[in-house]
């Protein structure tokens, strides 16, 4: 209380001290003409203040049974008597709602409309609603903007004395009311705001953005490279082992998976069949194998590995290290699906690259990455191949998409495709919920709220929609 001055809180003190007075000797029943009450508010004076707060307190203990603590009362009168704007702090259980609500009344009396702008959209609604008694002692209206959908039950809200909501959702009817010209605060400026959880809008929500989204023109062009994208993303998993979590490739037989991960410029591999050929002289397959596979139906080729235990591959991957510059980690899965590592790279230098992989057996494996930033950009030139922009002629290889979408698709298709990653991983239930065919997003690491205001990107949305008809 070092920046309150000196008169403040000697008057302070003084009217806390008589409505104190009143309820130790049970006459604080006395003080209960609300309407003396409305005419006093405007005044600061110590007598007339004292006769609000009496009111105001009584009014508490009639609707939940006990009095505001000296704590309270101390704060509703720096409120009170402040000509600008106050910053308090009460511990947690201090009781901040029933402050607000004392205040928010005194404000109303005043003829002010009051918003009062919560942490989450479950508070507000609960403050709402266990003070709305209270408030109706006063005949003073009270409403919550979380739950409005649409722009008539939003006029009718800010129509109310007091509005409890949240940031983004008085934000996002402020921008209904300027820029879209939607009727929603009709006449109701901001004559008084009272921020619960100052803290939490500053500094946890203090880089949340609000925006009112719409529609944008062509963008069903996109849909088909946001297939694309996923499509290419859910042949990806995600494993877990003792102490590291990895991105898992798709399977593919043993030669064509190391063919795929090694560097063959240095070495004398230049084809998946090289690497058949050395499992053939290492004994791993038996001789004219090669001959066979390259031979035989492609399509015959899993057949043909299930010849090819688990054990054969694992063992090859340690051979393969006299033929390229590359040390092999070797894991399968045990019974819980957990990975298990079966060989380490023999080699413990960066500059030998360590390449990771999953035997499956029956011939079969797939490659592991750290993390799915390596994939991000590969995949991402991968599927800008298969595209080509009007105008130009026409190629049934690509799809096509109009040109003045170009500079858009090349300058975000790297991090849609880290949002795709990104949506593969969410679980539902837990990340976010489905309701009424919305997705809305759950603020999972800090309070658990569903988000019923808030909606990802179109991009990101649409490929949360492909992740869970996939699931």
Same mark, same amino acid.
């Given at each position: ?76 009168c720096l409120l009170a008597l402040s000509n600008t704007g106050k910053l308090l ?69 800010? &129509?109310? @004395? *007091? ?9 996002? $009817? ?5 820029? /879209? !010209? ?115 139906? &492609?399509? @015959? *080729? ?9 054990? $054969? ?5 340690? /051979? !393969? ?99 795709a990653f990104l949506a593969k991983q969410l679980k539902e239930g837990r990340d ?40």
């Amino acid at each position: 209380m070092n920046d309150i001055d000196e008169e403040t809180l000697n008057k302070s003190q003084k009217i806390v001290a008589h409505v104190t007075e009143l309820i130790e000797k049970e006459e604080i029943k006395k003080h209960n003409d609300i309407k003396k009450a409305k005419q006093l508010s405007n005044s600061t004076e110590t007598a007339d203040l004292q006769e609000v707060l009496a009111v105001l307190c009584n009014a508490v203990h009639d609707e939940k049974k006990y009095y505001p603590r000296a704590t309270q009362m101390i704060s509703w009168c720096l409120l009170a008597l402040s000509n600008t704007g106050k910053l308090l702090e009460m511990g947690t259980g201090e009781g901040k709602s029933c402050v607000i609500a004392m205040f928010a009344a005194l404000r109303v009396f005043r003829d002010e409309k009051v918003d009062v702008v919560s942490s989450s959209s479950v508070l507000c609604q609960r403050d709402a609603a266990e003070w709305e008694n209270f408030y109706k002692k006063f005949v003073i209206t009270v409403d919550t903007n979380t739950n409005k959908t649409d722009d008539s039950s939003r006029k009718e809200c800010y &129509k109310k @004395d *007091i509005v409890y909501g949240t940031i983004e959702t008085f934000a996002a $009817d402020h921008l209904r009311q300027i820029f /879209e !010209m939607k009727d929603v605060r009709p006449d109701r400026s901001y004559q008084c705001i009272i921020i619960d959880e100052v803290d939490s809008l500053l500094l946890d929500q203090g880089v949340q953005l609000t925006y009112l989204s719409s529609p944008l023109v062509s963008m069903e062009h996109l849909n088909t490279i946001l297939a694309m994208i996923w499509g290419h993303v859910q042949q990806y998993g995600f494993l877990t082992s003792e102490h590291q979590t990895f991105v898992q490739g798709p399977p593919a037989s043993f030669f064509r998976a190391i063919f795929d991960s090694i560097n063959t410029e240095e070495s004398e591999i230049n084809d998946p069949l090289d690497i058949l050929h050395i499992a053939e002289e290492t004994n791993i397959v038996p001789q004219g194998f090669t001959d066979d596979i390259h031979k035989g139906d &492609k399509n @015959d *080729i899993l057949n043909k590995l299930k010849i090819v235990s688990q054990d $054969d591959v694992i063992n090859f991957l340690g /051979e !393969m290290e006299e033929y390229v510059p590359n040390g092999f980690t070797v894991y399968t899965l045990n019974e819980e699906g957990l990975l298990c590592p079966r060989k380490l790279s023999p080699y413990n230098t960066n500059q030998i690259p360590d390449l990771k992989f999953l035997v499956l057996g029956e011939g079969l494996c797939c490659p592991l990455y750290n993390s799915e930033e390596v994939l991000i950009k590969p995949i991402a030139e991968l599927i800008s191949e298969k595209i080509q922009y009007t105008p130009c002629t026409d190629n049934t290889d690509k799809i096509s998409i109009p040109g003045f979408l170009r500079n858009l698709i090349e300058t975000k298709m790297c991090l849609w495709v880290e949002n795709a990653f990104l949506a593969k991983q969410l679980k539902e239930g837990r990340d976010y919920v489905v309701e009424n065919e919305n997705i809305c997003p759950v603020d999972f690491r800090s309070t658990g709220i569903i988000e019923l205001n808030k909606k990802w990107g179109m991009v990101c949305s649409s490929l949360w929609r492909l992740s869970i008809k996939s699931n």
